[in-house]
């Protein structure tokens, strides 16, 4: 399995909803990272968690909330968003040595 | 202040020619750099690689190309063909070992004519 997969694929939610996206590996990749991609930008870093333990936070609200369960499984937590939150949210992991980070398709997040 | 820039939002090459798209970096500390090709509604797609004790690495259809003094990158595809009609990512990493997120630069469209 080479792949990263993430659920949902799209995913419309209230100001007041609390959701979760998640992403899945099994290539055995031990870091794993969430971006933010807005229309037209680059994709930007969230969160990097190295063998399941939070190592970067890029200064992101705390109404987005990671999690990392296990080595294969990568959660998002949203709470309370705000219509500017809407974006394509990309997950990605790397072998820790490597630097080479493999892209899921992504969730597009729509907050009204 | 953008540390990974892509100056030219977008190239338009015929079927066939070489398409070359460039990369300019100001952060001394990036030491890996990577092309990404990304649809719309996609993830990005890991092309290409390049270690900075290099200069060049090849696959395929795919060269990059290392300046270091200059802090620039340049990614050739040859020949261009319609399927490489995407948006393409540079992207670099301080201090290797996969566990830094990636600084990516804001993209080239690229449209192959036929």
């Known amino acids: 399995d080479t792949e990263v997969t993430q659920t949902p694929k799209h995913l419309v939610m209230g100001m007041t909803n609390k959701k979760s996206l998640k992403c899945e590996q099994h290539?055995?990749?031990?870091?794993m990272y969430w971006y933010k991609q807005k229309a037209k930008k680059p994709p930007e870093l969230m969160f990097v968690?190295?063998?399941?333990?939070?190592?970067i936070n890029e200064s992101v609200p705390s109404r987005f909330s990671p999690e990392c369960p296990n080595s294969s499984l990568l959660n998002l937590h949203l709470h309370a968003l705000q219509p500017e939150d809407s974006a394509l949210y990309l997950c990605?992991?790397?072998?820790?040595?490597?630097?080479?980070?493999?892209f899921g398709p992504g969730t597009r997040l729509t907050v009204l | 202040d953008q540390q990974v820039k892509q100056n030219s939002p977008s190239l338009s090459v015929q079927e066939g020619r070489i398409s070359i798209l460039n990369c300019d970096y100001t952060?001394?500390?990036?030491?890996?750099f990577l092309w990404y090709k990304k649809y719309p509604a996609e993830g990005p797609t890991f092309l290409i690689s390049?270690?900075?004790?290099?200069d060049k690495n090849e696959d395929g259809r795919f060269t990059v190309f290392l300046n270091k003094s200059a802090k620039h990158l340049s990614l050739h595809i040859v020949p261009s063909q319609p399927g490489d009609s995407a948006v393409y990512f540079c992207?670099?990493?301080?201090?290797?070992?996969?566990?830094?997120?990636?600084?990516f630069g804001k993209g080239t469209h690229l449209i192959i004519q036929p």
């Open positions: 990605a992991s790397s072998p820790f040595s490597g630097n080479e980070q493999f």
């Open positions: 290539m055995g990749h031990r870091a």
């Open positions: 968690y190295s063998y399941e333990k939070l190592s």
């Open positions: 952060n001394s500390m990036f030491d890996y």
């Open positions: 390049i270690s900075s004790i290099k």
């Open positions: 992207a670099a990493s301080a201090q290797g070992g996969g566990a830094d997120g990636l600084t």
